[in-house]
């Protein structure tokens, strides 16, 4: 069975960076699309980044230029680095393979 692991989240100031880190077992990532998304407060879950097979990536608007996602296909890991980081990133974030197994998520929280 598929399990996804995220860890890396935490409190930051606004400006301030983290990387996340999605960990799978169960399957090897080299064979899905990954993808990072997010719930904010009282709102439904949306997609922030996502890494094709080949490894190209594509982001949300909102954080165009700020976030990088990467994939480590030998570890079967898939990180999210944030830069520049803004209160309205806040919210929980989760990784997701194929659009078909999630993880528990990760508190990102960006705050004075």
């Known amino acids: 069975q598929v399990q996804l692991v995220e860890s890396g989240g935490g409190l930051v100031q606004p400006g301030g960076s983290l990387r996340l880190s999605c960990a799978a077992s169960g399957g090897n990532i080299s064979q899905w699309a990954m993808y990072w998304h997010r719930q904010a407060p009282g709102q439904q879950r949306k997609l922030v980044a996502g890494?094709?097979?080949?490894?190209?990536?594509n982001y949300a608007e909102s954080v165009q230029g700020r976030f990088t996602i990467s994939r480590d296909n030998a570890n079967n890991v898939v990180y999210l680095q944030m830069n520049d980081l803004k209160p309205e990133d806040t919210g929980v974030y989760y990784c997701?393979?194929?659009?078909?197994?999630w993880g528990q998520g990760t508190q990102v929280t960006v705050s004075p």
């Open positions: 890494v094709a097979l080949g490894g190209t990536p």
């Open positions: 997701n393979a194929a659009l078909a197994w």
